[in-house]
């Protein structure tokens, strides 16, 4: 096979490649990371539709038998007013909404919700002993800081890749252009020092397909504790699908 074929036989196999990645349904998912839990319920009836297997982790009910339930029957008259409360703003159907930090037995559990139609999902994470709430203002503060002075878009991408990184404590923090062909490039990158380096690394389209970028476009923030993580299925009463795009521990 010539040069030239290869490169053909090599553009269709992206071409294939990039249609598979937009025909994958990723807004609708079987199972959340199994660090955080997942419960859904109907905003009428506040009966559950949805609850991942690893619900017992947190509350202390079995997912299947959550599935039978009203959250009035799951969570404190507190807790529930505030679910409620948080649920009934409009920006729940837009953006991912903070509700508390509320305590379950010996547990500290963080609780965030938003919605999809008229079913409320809510995303619930244990604290653990060293959790600390980051101090936002300050952070930007900071971050916004060390933009100054700098007038081309390189030098505030490395500031702002090195002040993530500083803030989140993640190993890797990049900054991705993409480009006319929709391939994209890493310009700006914080790394430990005991991990490669992928600045001025080159990927093809297929590697951020456009249904991906428009999933990115509504919900900038994911958080992944561990990639070798199988996740936990999530459990449905009814067959119902809910989307799912603004989750953060799918």
Same mark, same amino acid.
């Given at each position: 096979?010539?040069?030239?074929? #290869? ?12 249609? %598979?990645? %937009? ?113 936002? #203002? ?57 991990? #490669? ?21 509504? %919900? ?22 809910? %989307? ?7």
């Amino acid at each position: 096979m010539s040069t030239k074929e #290869n490169i053909k036989a090599s553009k269709a196999l992206e071409k294939q490649a990039l249609e %598979n990645c %937009n025909n994958e349904p990723i807004e609708w998912i079987e199972s959340v990371q199994s660090h955080g839990v997942l419960l859904a319920f109907d905003f009428d009836s506040l009966m559950v539709t949805h609850a991942s297997k690893n619900l017992d982790t947190i509350l202390k009910l079995d997912a299947k038998a959550a599935l039978s339930k009203s959250i009035r029957e799951v969570f404190n008259k507190d807790d529930v007013h505030d679910i409620l409360n948080i649920a009934s703003h409009n920006s729940t159907k837009f953006q991912r909404e903070h509700i508390k930090v509320t305590s379950e037995g010996d547990k500290s559990i963080d609780i965030s919700l938003f919605r999809t139609e008229n079913s409320v999902v809510l995303e619930l994470m244990p604290t653990g002993e060293d959790f600390k709430y980051i101090n936002i #203002n300050n952070n930007i503060k900071w971050a916004l800081a060390r933009t100054h002075g700098h007038e081309n878009i390189e030098d505030i991408l490395k500031n702002a890749v090195q002040s993530l990184q500083k803030i989140t404590g993640f190993d890797r923090v990049m900054a991705y252009k993409f480009l006319p062909d929709n391939s994209g490039e890493v310009i700006a990158e914080a790394v430990s020092t005991s991990m #490669n380096s992928f600045l001025g690394l080159r990927f093809p389209a297929f590697d951020i397909p456009p249904k991906a970028r428009e999933l990115f476009l509504k %919900n900038p923030i994911r958080y992944i504790k561990n990639t070798s993580d199988e996740g936990s299925k999530i459990l449905i009463n009814k067959k119902m699908k809910i %989307n799912l795009t603004l989750l953060i521990v799918f």
